[in-house]
T-cell receptor, first 109, second 113 residues
Framework: KNEVEQSPQNLTAQEGEFITINCSYS?????LHWLQQHPGGGIVSLFM???GKKKHGRLIATINIQEKHSSLHITASHPRDSAVYIC???????????FGKGTKLSVKP | DAGVIQSPRHEVTEMGQEVTLRCKPI?????LFWYRQTMMRGLELLIY????????DSGMPEDRFSAKMPNASFSTLKIQPSEPRDSAVYFC???????????FGPGTRLTVL
């Protein structure tokens, strides 16, 4: 069993829809990261969180430490949100990230 | 700031050749990470440095891989000899502290024929 599981693997949405991507992990962590990888290949850090909720524009990330679960929400989705979204966890004081397999999101106009 | 800089962006080489990938982290960041991404295995940490010292190299596949960070502004990842299964995109990332937000370079796409 992978230490970091994401769902769904693939997601197709219509422009304007509310999107949720889920991440579950099985190890103790100090922080959870959400990353975005565009079709061109570049990786951008969206959020790093260890508790509660963070919001940036139309993106919201939540984490429940007790349930070892995090969600990434996109409100009013747009075709430019089409990308692979990757969840990664960091254990303790270590810098080594453990990555999920990613969720490929396609938003149709 | 220019962000994390990696070179080359693309590398095509023949099996058996030595390959050197280069990374310049963001100025002031003291942690540097090397990752490999393949279709089969996704993103994997190879090694990371804190204050130029290698902290965890457990992800380095085998002795053919080596990484150095001679100073705070430069790191190399070397593969010698290269094999076709090393074909992947190699990312370098840096952060201010080891468990802070990481900033990724554009990656080096390596193809070993």
């Amino acid at each position: 069993k992978n230490e970091v599981e994401q769902s769904p693997q693939n997601l197709t949405a219509q422009e304007g829809e509310f999107i949720t991507i889920n991440c579950s992990y099985s190890v103790g962590i100090s922080a959870l990261h959400w990353l975005q990888q565009h079709p061109g290949g570049g990786i951008v850090s969206l959020f790093m969180l260890s508790s509660g909720k963070k919001k940036h524009g139309r993106l919201i990330a939540t984490i429940n430490i007790q349930e070892k679960h995090s969600s990434l929400h996109i409100t009013a989705s747009h075709p430019r949100d089409s990308a692979v979204y990757i969840c990664a966890v960091a254990g303790g004081s270590q810098g080594n990230l453990i990555f999920g397999k990613g969720t490929k999101l396609s938003v149709k106009p | 700031d220019a962000g994390v800089i990696q070179s080359p962006r693309h590398e095509v080489t023949e099996m058996g050749q030595e390959v050197t990938l280069r990374c310049k982290p963001i100025s002031g960041h003291n942690s540097l990470f090397w990752y490999r991404q393949t279709m089969m295995r996704g993103l994997e940490l190879l090694i990371y440095f804190n204050n130029n010292v290698p902290i965890d190299d457990s992800g380095m596949p085998e002795d053919r891989f080596s990484a150095k960070m001679p100073n705070a502004s430069f790191s190399t990842l070397k593969i010698q000899p290269s094999e076709p299964r090393d074909s992947a995109v190699y990312f370098c990332a840096s952060s201010f502290l080891v468990n802070n937000e990481q900033f990724f370079g554009p990656g080096t796409r390596l193809t070993v024929l």
